[in-house]
């Protein structure tokens, strides 16, 4: 009889879809603009872009980063030394805003670790532009390897088909029209950004032409074109030009000046650029008062702070360290994770007061939770002893008939928001 054994070989991990992945979409970040545009058009000649992604970097450069494993917070880890001085022109915040700046123009990161074949600890962590590297595609789901290229030097690097590991890390939003590469927030900003800086480029060129608005010139039947052509001279040297505005225009007989344009309030200027400014502000997920002054009061700027934090920055950023955890952390060992440090966060602080008025209730004269439930519910440590007891007064009446009033029972009364007469 003829057996067949079953076939061991090596795992194997991928995308479940398997070969359809292998779709090469090419370079192209839209179908209309490329990465440049976004960078030109929209960081570099746009404010409030550039005002929404500056905003995020800060934020998020100034966030403290923990690394955690299953027993709780880890002080003092190699990890975050490398993190705290990442190379030798950086320290973390510098590398963190370009990375984000990146983020935000591209919808994608790249950092490299240093040695690129070391399989230990890396040493240093560098930052690289998304707009230098190819992703080219695998057939199951992971790239087959990266290569950046620049001023005609080309690098390659591989990513294992396996582990998916590879030594640049790459990261990006998801794009549903392009599998392996990331969509940027101005692909659904473009037409914003294109309204105001069209927007202000008429204002500007209207105002250096003395804010007039165009018009036409009505002359009388069978002028030549010879007279047209010193006419036009004229008025271009007479009225057009900053150095102009505010002259008065001074036709012949026969001449007759026809408005045919819209002035700014006709055609809603300042609400246009408005809603403009609107819209790109949505796209990055920052609250308008935090890019508009006009738009921000003392109140409002709480509220838009903490929101900021709650419904942009801090989810940006945790998901940037779930997968920098997942690139980074095996060097060092298993079971690690990189954690944001929550308490050192001053914009929300009204969600901890809130959170803690909360909890105070809870414990109160009639407690539906221990001191210990409610520490533990803010973040904090256990108390234990005669915190953890649900029902002070019976509890502690008990407890009184039997032992002396000793200083230790009277503190833990005084602790559990019982007054002197208790």
Not at 162 to 173: E, N, P
Request: proline residues 6%; glycine residues 8%.
């Amino acid at each position: 009889m003829r057996f067949r054994l079953p076939f061991v070989g090596t795992e194997r991990k991928a995308h479940p879809a398997g070969a359809s992945y292998y779709v090469d979409m090419g370079n192209s970040w839209t179908r209309v603009k490329d990465a440049k545009h976004y960078l030109q058009e929209g960081y570099q000649g746009n404010v409030v872009v550039y005002a929404a992604i500056q905003e995020i970097a800060m934020a998020i450069a100034s966030l403290t980063v923990e690394v955690h494993n299953d027993e709780g917070l880890i002080d003092n880890h190699p990890a975050l030394e490398l993190l705290d001085r990442p190379n030798v022109t950086q320290g973390w915040s510098g590398l963190c805003k370009q990375l984000f700046v990146d983020y935000g123009i591209y919808g994608e990161l790249a950092l490299v670790r240093y040695p690129v074949n070391g399989r230990g600890e890396p040493s240093e962590l560098w930052h690289l532009c998304p707009y230098d590297i190819t992703v080219e595609p695998g057939r199951r789901g992971i790239p087959l390897k990266y290569v950046h290229k620049r001023q005609n030097v080309e690098i390659e690097f591989p990513v294992d088909q396996v582990t998916g590991r590879s030594a640049l890390f790459f990261m990006k939003r998801y794009n549903p029209d392009n599998y392996w590469r990331g969509q940027s927030p101005l692909m659904a900003a473009a037409l914003a950004g294109d309204l105001h800086n069209v927007g202000m480029q008429w204002n500007y060129r209207l105002l250096r032409n003395g804010a007039r608005p165009p018009g036409i010139i009505k002359m009388l039947a069978g002028v030549s074109g010879e007279s047209i052509a010193r006419a036009r001279e004229y008025f271009k040297r007479q009225i057009q030009g900053s150095e102009n505005a505010g002259e008065i225009p001074m036709l012949p007989d026969g001449m007759e000046w026809q408005d045919i344009g819209k002035t700014p309030a006709d055609m809603d200027y300042g609400g246009s650029l408005t809603k403009a400014e609107k819209l790109i502000a949505r796209a990055y997920g920052v609250p308008l008062p935090l890019i508009d002054n006009d738009a921000a009061t003392f109140n409002n700027m709480k509220e838009a702070k903490e929101r900021f934090y709650t419904d942009t920055v801090i989810p940006m950023f945790q998901e940037f360290l779930d997968q920098l955890g997942n690139w980074l952390l095996p060097a060092y060992g298993e079971r690690l994770r990189f954690a944001i440090d929550m308490d050192d966060i001053p914009a929300l602080d009204p969600v901890r007061d809130r959170a803690y008025q909360r909890m105070k209730v809870a414990v109160g004269s009639k407690p539906i939770l221990t001191q210990d439930e409610a520490r533990l519910a803010l973040g904090w440590d256990e108390l234990g002893g005669a915190a953890a007891m649900l029902d002070p007064v019976d509890t502690v009446s008990n407890a009184a008939a039997n032992m002396p009033q000793d200083e230790n029972a009277i503190k833990a009364m005084v602790a559990m928001a019982y007054g002197k007469a208790d």
